[in-house]
């Protein structure tokens, strides 16, 4: 049965592919503020992971040349502990906290100025991808390697391929922590695989508009729903928090 539910986290998925593959950015956000409209709040990091997976492979399919692998392979390294780690803390955490962090995070996100502090650390990857992959697995969204990222030298492409490798080992690390602590993917097995099926259109079509759209004019609307979306959730994380 095609519900609700179903379309709304499938579209979801192809408007995260379109906006990453035109964007280099925005399509985690999407789907965070998507799917906390429709879904439990404890179901909502666990079945984010999922609604991405399929457009960071994508873009994996597409840039694969662009790949930096001796940023990418650490970064994995670190994600490996930092998703089996966050996943268990998740569980443990109450409903109201994690609205109201995933809120927070969200317009800090959204809203704090570009910060231009870079690690001085030789060999930072590992690093980055412990701290981004921890902070994801427990509230959705990890942000620091799209900031780390960008104070490198690679060019765009590279910058698309090399984010796009660590998310999706990243998002399997994730599902796999999940699974581990005991959520239960099965209902929304069709849903994911319908959302894995549309990230690929959604990719081509992403690569067509990124030079044909006002990349200002997208943020501007961006920033104004994902802002919207946030606050809501902060208002229902406040209320449980208080009842």
Known sequence: MIDAVFVVLVTASFLASVANAAFSAGGALIVLAITST?????AIVPIHSTLLIGSTATRVLFFWEHIDWKIAGPFLVGSLFGAFIGARVYVELPEAFVATAI???????????????RPRVRHPWAIVGFIHTLVSTMFAYGALLHSVI?????????VVGT?????????VFKIAGYVM????????LVTIAAAIAVSFLGTAVGKQLGDR????????IYRVLITITALRLLYVGLIQGIL
């Open 163 to 171: 984010m796009a490798g660590g998310l999706t080992g990243m998002g």
């Open 213 to 220: 759209l006002s990349e200002d004019k997208f943020r501007l």
């Open 150 to 158: 960008l104070h490198t030298n690679l060019k765009r492409r590279q």
């Open 103 to 117: 809120s927070l995070l969200m317009l800090v996100a959204l809203w704090l100025p570009r910060v231009t502090w």
């Open 181 to 188: 602590v005991g959520f239960n993917y099965t209902p929304y």
């Open 38 to 42: 429709v879904l439990p709040i404890q």
